[in-house]
């Protein structure tokens, strides 16, 4: 049979648009669809955009430290209108590096939504079919708002990024990353910053005594953290958002955001009426090597909402085309991913919890907190952790989890260690990089807990 294309990509996500400039390169005839801005995600609202949010936030304490060192200089204000304008030039300026690296590599693009009709065909938004040998869907995810009174008053992560102006003040509801990322940004940023999460701690699912500590931190930086509180409605109150939360609780708001889960896009998109099977969630089902049950049909990244990260997606990505295009059977690997949160202070971790590995097997927990030098000088009282979590039996380190300022730069080397299968005794005979406040990951030699 003759196909139009010998792959067609659906989403020009960071996931997407690797599998077809990836494939392209072998000499396949790639074509690719995306309803909205190349990048996904991660470049158009959500790492990148993120991350330089992160960095401006970052500012506002820099010029209290600075005087304390020494340096005669004044607190300005933040202009959110001029960072927003040149973040987005900058995104602008990436969407183009995305557009320009599929052209470069032959890629044929399509700018419309597109969706299945086939287990072989894609129907364009214009009506136009298109067939292909293999199809790759690559559509993401999406935030979600919760179902309640008034829920239209909200916003999500998505349009963060696009506010006219910064609020005075804003309640964030949720407690993974997301919401206790943008609590920080937006306290950072001058915005009085409420949060409520309707759990007992933020970070579900991250170690418990690292979670502990970045809520402790966050309070005590400012940012209003109220546990085991939800939104039960809203409405306008004026020119404010009333908010009425559980328990009785009522407050008025310039804005809600609302960081309480994400779903994978797979609406409208007709893949059951060709036999791929769909998850609780919407998530596309795929085997190891992301093959869905219609052999054909393939998909990566958070569509199949397995591990939900950019790096993740990619390397799913390669895992695809090196299986189908190569000829070589090759699994993503999802196994001891380090991952970076940005909250302040910031998170890296890889591997198990404490409290995971402690159900799997008998271990030790090797853990220090203190007040690193930099803010000691300074004055600040902010504390930073850094842990490891150790098998008893085969001395492996199991989990490595720090709380710190550029943790994600740390945890990114932290892991090749631990994915090689570092043992506790590898980290001892590693020197020391004095003064630092990573030395303490190879300095701690007594265990504080063996369980």
Not at 433 to 443: D, G, L, W
Request: glycine letters at 12%; charged letters at 25%.
């Amino acid at each position: 049979m003759s196909f139009d294309y010998d792959l067609f990509v659906v989403g020009g996500g960071s996931g997407g648009v690797r599998a077809a400039r990836v494939a392209a390169q072998t000499g396949a005839r790639v074509a690719l669809a995306e309803e909205d801005r190349y990048g996904g995600t991660c470049v158009i609202r959500g790492c990148v955009p993120k991350k330089l949010m992160v960095f401006a936030s970052e500012y506002s304490g820099m010029v209290a430290d600075a005087q304390s060192y020494g340096w005669d200089i004044e607190s300005g204000s933040f202009k959110w209108g001029a960072f927003k304008n040149k973040l987005h030039a900058e995104l602008d300026r990436l969407e183009g590096v995305y557009r320009g690296i599929l052209k470069s590599n032959g890629v044929q693009t399509y700018d419309q939504r597109a969706k299945l009709v086939g287990a072989h065909l894609v129907q364009l938004a214009d009506g136009t079919e298109k067939s292909a040998k293999h199809i790759l869907l690559a559509t993401g995810g999406r935030p979600v708002m919760p179902e309640l009174p008034g829920i239209e008053l909200g916003i999500t992560s998505d349009e963060i990024f696009h506010l006219e102006k910064l609020p005075d003040d804003i309640l964030i509801v949720g407690g993974g990353y997301i919401a206790s990322e943008f609590a920080g940004i937006l306290h950072g940023l001058g915005v009085k910053t409420t949060q409520y999460y309707r759990g007992s701690q933020i970070l579900r699912g991250f170690d418990n005594e690292t979670r502990n500590l970045v809520c402790e931190e966050m309070c005590s930086s400012g940012i209003d953290v109220h546990l085991g509180t939800n939104v039960t409605e809203m409405r306008k109150e004026g020119r404010k958002i009333l908010v009425n939360s559980t328990g009785g609780g009522e407050c008025c708001f310039d804005q809600v955001l609302f960081a309480t889960g994400r779903r994978p896009n797979t609406d409208g998109m007709a893949l059951e009426t060709v036999g791929v099977a769909l998850g609780r969630k919407g998530e596309v089902l795929v085997d190891e090597y992301s093959q869905t049950g219609v052999p054909s049909i393939y998909a990566v990244g958070d569509v199949t909402d397995r591990v939900n990260l950019t790096p993740v997606a990619i390397r799913e990505g390669m895992a695809f085309v090196e299986t189908i295009f190569r000829g070589n059977p090759t699994r993503a690997d999802h196994e001891l991913i380090p991952t970076a949160i940005f909250t302040q202070p910031e998170i890296g971790t890889i591997g198990l919890s404490e409290e995971d590995a402690a159900k799997q097997e008998k271990i030790e927990v090797y853990a220090t907190s203190f007040t690193p030098m930099h803010q000691s000088f300074s004055g600040r009282s902010g504390r930073v952790l850094m842990k490891l979590v150790v098998s008893q039996k085969t001395r492996k380190v199991l989990g490595c989890h720090i709380v710190a300022p550029g943790a994600g730069e740390m945890i990114q080397l932290v892991g090749v260690a631990v994915k090689m299968g570092a043992t506790k005794e590898d980290f001892d005979r590693t020197v020391a990089v004095h003064p630092t406040m990573s030395e303490e990951i190879v300095t701690m030699k007594t265990p504080v807990r063996i369980t």
